[in-house]
Each structure stands twice: as structure tokens, then as C-alpha cells.
């Protein structure tokens, strides 16, 4: 293993390893079984909880959801746990995510008990954004690698049109006006990386593109998650599928070594 891709496996050890569902859940309110439905949905709506938990002898047994609650008690209106309903606080994002795959909420087990719940706007908060923007800085470090290593003294050149050539090149003035130690290379945007990745056969093969129109494909929507993580946008919304493909492809995109 080279030196770079030493590099590049220790940081994504770092990003898997230095996250966890701790660092977003937020505690999960809860009211007693016996708590009358319309006072534990007035709580609900002034707090805007959407679920709570259930508690039976001290503990948390379940959740209702505001929609449930018009007459009775809590307990009537209880949900029980169903497998994969329950994730531990210790979980990293890429497990988190492929379990809120098909769930829009997740419950947290801290200390061996449900005290704590995750849903999907909670992946818009700061840490998960570093981490898929880190994520995706790891898979462009692998394509720089590829290029640098198929194509010496940028003869990468010909894969690129002349508008996106101009465009590196006044970058590349601009950066080395500054003083900063950079090379062509350095100055190309994502997608400019990806399409010379993907028009040549054998780079395609290594970065694990299973074809050029679905390698384009999955360029450019790294690039708009990219995009929008670097100005704060909406991510969950806009980039959804895109974010469980990455996590599902974490040993495809940046698992692999030249």
C-alpha cells in the first residue's frame, strides 16, 4: 500500500470511527402508561414532539405518536419496539443511515435502555455533514491517486474539453499567485476528476464504476451532495438516495487501493 493510500484508509478510520448516534440523538421525551392521551398530546403539540416514549415501571417500553392520542391513556396508544426499531448511542453514521433506509425515526438504547431518539433532519446537524463532506474527500483523494499515477506530467489533458482546461489553468494562476504549492491537477473540480476516471477503461475498472453512463451518473450526484454541503443546504431532502448510496458503497468509493 502506498503511502497516499495509507493516508486515505487512516482518515476514513478516522470519519467511521470518530462518529457515533451519540452525537446527534436527541433525548426521547416520555410520559407514564397511565398519562391521560389529551394531556400528554397538549405536551406534545407545545413541545412539537412528534413521538414519545412509553414508560411501564420506570421504563420505557414504547412510543406513541401525537396522531394516536385522543382518548384513554398512553399505554393504550403504545407502539411496542419492533426489531431494527432500536439503535445503539455507540452505532457509526453508516450504520445509522442503512437503518433509517425505511424509517423516518430511530430510538436510541444508552446504558442498555431507550432514552434517546434520531430521525432524518437530525442528519442535517453539523457532525453528519462533516462526515459525509469528509467521506466524499476521501473518494476525490482516490481519483487524484488514479489520475497521478495512469497519467505523468498531466497527460490527463486530452479527457477534458478546453473551457474546462481554461477554468483549472485560471485557478491554477490564481493559486500559485498566492504562493500556494499546487499543480494542474489539483485545480480541477470533482466532476473533472470523475469524467477522466471514467473515460478511461481501466481507471473505471479500478475505482469500481460498474459502467461510464452509471459512473456519470454517481459523479454528478456527489457532486451536488458536495455542493450543498459546502453552502449549507438541504441535504435530507435534496440528496437522500444519494447519501444511502455512499454509505452502502463505503468499500466501493473509498475502500479500494490503486
Known amino acids: 500500500m502506498s503511502t497516499s493510500s495509507a ?55 414504547g412510543y406513541v405518536r401525537q396522531e394516536d392520542l385522543d382518548t384513554g391513556n398512553c399505554g393504550d396508544a403504545l407502539h411496542e419496539f419492533l426489531e431494527g426499531d432500536i439503535v445503539p448511542d455507540s452505532a457509526g453514521f453508516p450504520q445509522l443511515i442503512a437503518a433509517l433506509k425505511d424509517r423516518s425515526q430511530l430510538f436510541v438504547d444508552v446504558l442498555g435502555q431507550v432514552g434517546g431518539i434520531v430521525t432524518r433532519t437530525d ?31 498531466d497527460s490527463w489533458q486530452h479527457h477534458l474539453s478546453q473551457g474546462r482546461l481554461d477554468k483549472a489553468q485560471m485557478l491554477f494562476e490564481e ?22 476516471v471514467l473515460r478511461d477503461e481501466a481507471l473505471r475498472t479500478r475505482a469500481g464504476f460498474v459502467s461510464r453512463s452509471r459512473g456519470e451518473q454517481t459523479v454528478t450526484q456527489l457532486e451536488s451532495l458536495r455542493n450543498n454541503l459546502a453552502h449549507s443546504q438541504d441535504i435530507v431532502g435534496s440528496n437522500w438516495d444519494t447519501i444511502v448510496k455512499l454509505t452502502e458503497n463505503l468499500d466501493k468509493f473509498v475502500g479500494r487501493s490503486p
Open 175 to 196: 493559486r500559485r499567485r498566492r504562493e500556494q504549492d499546487v499543480d494542474l491537477l489539483d485545480c480541477l473540480q470533482f466532476s473533472d476528476r470523475g469524467r477522466i
Open 7 to 61: 493516508s486515505q484508509q487512516r482518515l476514513r478510520r478516522m470519519f467511521e470511527e470518530g462518529f457515533s448516534v451519540a452525537d446527534i440523538a436527541e433525548p426521547l421525551a416520555s410520559f407514564d402508561a397511565a398519562t391521560p392521551a389529551d394531556h400528554a398530546l397538549a405536551v406534545m403539540i407545545r413541545r412539537n414532539y412528534r413521538v414519545a416514549g412509553v414508560r411501564h415501571e420506570g421504563v420505557i417500553r
Open 123 to 153: 442528519l442535517e446537524k453539523p457532525s453528519v455533514r462533516m462526515w459525509l463532506f469528509g467521506m466524499i474527500t476521501i473518494i476525490e483523494m482516490g481519483l487524484t491517486r488514479l489520475i497521478e499515477m495512469a497519467y505523468p506530467d
